[in-house]
């Protein structure tokens, strides 16, 4: 349904003089305008039919593992099966600590491992196994050439659904590799079921419950100790190349790097499938001990390699906004180590559960803008980033006040500095390597002529700047001092209140910032306001296209 619009106020008017039989000025009209709820309305329409989706692939693939292994074997497989997603699960949730991935897409992915690629790969190996001659079960040719491809593919799919489904929040290597972990481990789970059904209902048949006991407990220790991270190991180099794809802007690039992900993913497959198949037991021993484990411990190195850049490169995003007065630096470390996140949420959580889900969702906004900043210096994401980027910036301002900081930690004091010590002193400052006196801190940036810096027109809305700025809600600035002192001797080592914390119920009492912090300036004098709402940062240099002034170089 569309509605037009009224068009202008008051009676139509007649034609201007000389332009007889003009006809009336008409409305505007608008374009399509959807109904109150409807996008919610699609959306739990969305959710049910996955939800179906997935519980008939669900039965049909217990069914068919069920009346395959027998109900005692069932009971056995799927018992033994939970024990190493319950391990593993929290790792993978323990390493995507920075910025959780929602709970419905994590287990989205995990129920397509473990009913939709299962579901598929047990009908594709199958059907493969009776061209090949070889039981229904599967054999040796299908296992090592079939079932690898067929399987990673099954797998990979969804990754590269949620890549193109939540293409804006999907942040590059840490999210796959989660995804990656979720599909394996639910394939992983069907799978053993199978598996240790299988043997149980085999060896209980030749030789009674016992030996049925003693064959499943040893296939446990085999599968659900020995290589529980088999699949999600395999998943994860198609992960990688996933995630390298959508952090670059070269269409080679983001074409081949999932190709060549999937590849590798196939061949360490078959490699691991021919060495439980083919090489009888001191081969699969050579096989796990000079293939399995170098790649298991190889993947868990380069996983927290890849948290620890995560974290550098959400510091040097919001350095950014530091940079152009539009974030206080003593936030960044709060946000970007994980050390500051916990301190901050832990003395969150003495005001209460509002004050903790405060900080909680003050860390959680400021890690979504440090990743949106990111793509708009790579140039991977379209033109209403910069409306994104906005609105997250507000969001911070608004979050701000209700979040109770904590006393200075000692890392926080290795901020960077980005204003001056008082009137007309500069204070050196660097970026990259190189030091500037009484400029931006960036490389091409002008040295002079920045907002507050020496020489140049004087800041009202800058980080500790003399005369200070007159936020929304807050007091006059200070002159900036050193951090953790307090800007008014009579009042002591203890702090009223941290920025804009006047008046929030609870009294929050961050001892260790200044009164008077930064916050985000509607706009700064002298310098032309590019978009509204905030200053597109100094004049001179211009750096690439999707932003607001002269940025660092690209990560």
Known sequence: MSYPSPGPAGPPQPAASGSAGASYPQPNTLGPHPVPGQRRNKGLLIGIAIVVVFAIAGLMIFGIVAKSVGASGFMWGIGLAFVPIVLIIPLYLWLDRYEPEPLKYIVFALCWGAFIATLAAIFINTRAADLLHETAGGGNRAAVFVAPP????????????????????????????VYAGMVGVGFAFTENILYFGRIFDQLSEEGGSAAGVRGVLGLFILRGVFSPFAHPLFTSFTAIGIGIAVRHRSTAVRFLAPVVGYLAAVLMHGLWNGGASWAGGEGFLTVYIFLMAPLFFGMVVFALVMRSREGQMIASRLYDYVRFGWLNGQDVPLIATLRGRKALRQNAKRYGPQAEAAAKAFQHTATELAYLRDKIV??????????????????????????????????????????PAGPGVPVP???????????????????????????????????????????????????????????????????????????????????????????????????????????????????????????????
């Open 150 to 177: 067929v399987e990673e593919f099954a797998k990979g799919a969804v990754i590269l659904l949620l890549a193109l489904v939540r293409r804006k929040e999907f942040d590059g290597i840490i999210d796959a590799l």
């Open 378 to 419: 790579r140039q991977v994401i379209g033109a209403d980033a910069l409306d994104t980027e906005k609105k997250l910036l507000d969001e911070l301002r608004e979050r701000r006040p209700s979040v109770p900081f904590p006393p200075m930690p000692a890392f926080a004091t290795a901020v960077p500095q980005f204003a």
């Open 429 to 555: 400052t660097s970026y990259g390597g190189a030091t500037y006196q009484g400029g931006p801190a960036y490389p091409g940036a002008p040295q002079q002529g920045g907002p507050g810096y020496d020489g140049g027109p004087q800041q009202q809305g800058g980080p500790g700047y003399p005369g200070g700025p007159a936020y929304p809600g807050g007091a006059q600035q200070a002159p900036y001092q050193e951090p953790g002192r307090s800007q008014d001797a009579s009042r002591g080592p203890e702090q009223s209140g941290g920025p804009g914390t006047a008046g929030v119920p609870g009294g929050y009492q961050p001892g260790g910032y200044p009164d008077g912090q930064t916050g985000y300036p509607s706009g700064q004098p002298g310098q032309p306001d590019g978009r509204p709402g905030y200053s597109p940062g100094p004049t001179g240099t211009q750096g690439p296209p999707g932003g607001y002034g002269p940025y660092p170089p690209s990560q």
